[in-house]
């Protein structure tokens, strides 16, 4: 896809192949006997930035969780690019190109910023980790880090160690980490959190980027209205584990049951 494919990827607008990169069909889960998820059916379509949203407790993270592979659902299917992967183990899910940020915990922060995603990068190609393996100009793993820290726009950092990084750059080499394998699907769960307002935006448009660079679909929580309007080009709204609407975020915005049930007078 090209940029501009990618950038005109808005609802209604035919997609290469019509069929949607990912899919949950009526899925549910509960967790000790509480359903905490229901009858949630979810298409989202390549090359797209799907937000989805909802009040605390609303089912999100678990949503995430079911799609990546950590949690097992009790109900329903998930498809990713037509395939079922309901019952496939993270590890594999990620080979088939379903990717998640990687918390900042998981960072190595004595190492350079480069070498944490270059290791990341060996992992998707099957490389060995050794640590000590000496770094060589053709090492393909240090190439595709290279070009990861420029799409997340902190290339300038490379050498540093990781704990030198403010907090919006750790976000961003979150996202860096997430991306260096080339996911065919981003997921994203609050990228946000935690940053100062001045910071967000930066990071809302390395996320755009992600996309129109690479055309990858990215489905983020994202607790910030105006982000998730800034940067969806449709928003899924949970409620009491269910999925209350999917639309565009004009249309989501007018929808009334939407507005009662939660956005109420915050709009
Ligand atoms: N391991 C668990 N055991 C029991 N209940 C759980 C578990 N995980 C989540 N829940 C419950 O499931 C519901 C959905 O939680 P979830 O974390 O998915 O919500 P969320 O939409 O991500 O919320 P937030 O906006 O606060 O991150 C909540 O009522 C929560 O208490
Ligand atoms: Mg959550």
Same mark, same amino acid.
């Given at each position: 896809?090209?940029?501009?494919?990618?950038?005109?990827?808005?609802?209604?607008?035919?997609?290469?192949?019509?069929?949607?990169?990912?899919?949950?069909?009526?899925?549910?889960?509960?967790?000790?006997?509480?359903?905490?998820?229901?009858?949630?059916?979810?298409?989202?379509?390549?090359?797209?930035?799907?937000?989805?949203?909802?009040?605390?407790?609303?089912?999100?993270?678990?949503?995430?969780?079911?799609?990546?592979?950590?949690?097992?659902?009790?109900? /329903?299917?998930?498809? %990713?690019?037509? !395939?079922?992967?309901?019952?496939? *183990?993270?590890?594999?899910? @990620? +080979?088939?190109? #379903?990717?998640?940020?990687?918390?900042?915990?998981?960072?190595?922060?004595?190492?350079?910023?480069?070498?944490?995603?270059?290791?990341?990068?060996?992992?998707?190609?099957? /490389?060995?980790?050794? %640590?000590?393996? !000496?770094?060589?100009?053709?090492? *393909?793993?240090?190439?595709? @880090? +290279?070009?990861? #820290?420029?799409?997340?726009?902190?290339?300038?950092?490379?050498?540093?160690?990781?704990?030198?990084?403010?907090?919006?750059?750790?976000?961003?080499?979150?996202?860096?980490?997430?991306?260096?394998?080339?996911?065919?699907?981003?997921?994203?769960?609050? *990228?946000?959190?935690?940053?100062?307002?001045?910071?967000?935006?930066?990071?809302?448009?390395?996320?755009?980027?992600?996309?129109?660079?690479?055309?990858?679909?990215?489905?983020?929580?994202?607790?910030?209205?105006?982000?998730?309007?800034?940067?969806?080009?449709?928003?899924?709204?949970?409620?009491?584990?269910?999925?209350?609407?999917?639309?565009?975020?004009?249309?989501?915005?007018?929808?009334?049951?939407?507005?009662?049930?939660?956005?109420?007078?915050?709009?």
């Amino acid at each position: 896809m090209t940029t501009d494919e990618a950038r005109g990827a808005r609802p209604g607008t035919a997609l290469p192949d019509g069929q949607p990169i990912l899919e949950t069909r009526e899925l549910g889960v509960a967790i000790g006997g509480v359903q905490i998820l229901s009858d949630v059916s979810l298409s989202v379509r390549r090359g797209e930035i799907m937000a989805v949203l909802g009040p605390n407790g609303a089912g999100k993270t678990t949503l995430f969780n079911m799609l990546t592979g950590l949690r097992r659902p009790t109900s /329903g299917r998930i498809h %990713l690019q037509g !395939r079922d992967i309901t019952d496939e *183990p993270v590890f594999r899910r @990620a +080979r088939l190109g #379903l990717a998640r940020s990687f918390q900042i915990t998981s960072l190595f922060p004595s190492l350079t910023v480069l070498e944490n995603v270059r290791l990341a990068a060996q992992a998707h190609l099957g /490389g060995s980790l050794a %640590l000590w393996r !000496r770094v060589r100009r053709t090492d *393909p793993a240090l190439d595709q @880090a +290279r070009a990861a #820290l420029r799409t997340v726009g902190i290339a300038d950092h490379a050498d540093g160690p990781a704990a030198a990084l403010s907090h919006g750059g750790k976000r961003k080499l979150e996202v860096a980490l997430a991306i260096v394998g080339n996911p065919a699907v981003l997921i994203l769960d609050e *990228p946000t959190a935690g940053m100062s307002a001045e910071d967000v935006p930066e990071l809302t448009e390395v996320i755009r980027q992600v996309r129109d660079t690479h055309g990858t679909t990215i489905v983020l929580v994202e607790h910030r209205m105006d982000v998730a309007i800034a940067l969806a080009d449709r928003m899924a709204v949970m409620h009491h584990g269910t999925l209350l609407a999917c639309d565009t975020p004009d249309n989501v915005m007018a929808d009334q049951v939407v507005q009662s049930a939660y956005l109420g007078e915050a709009l």
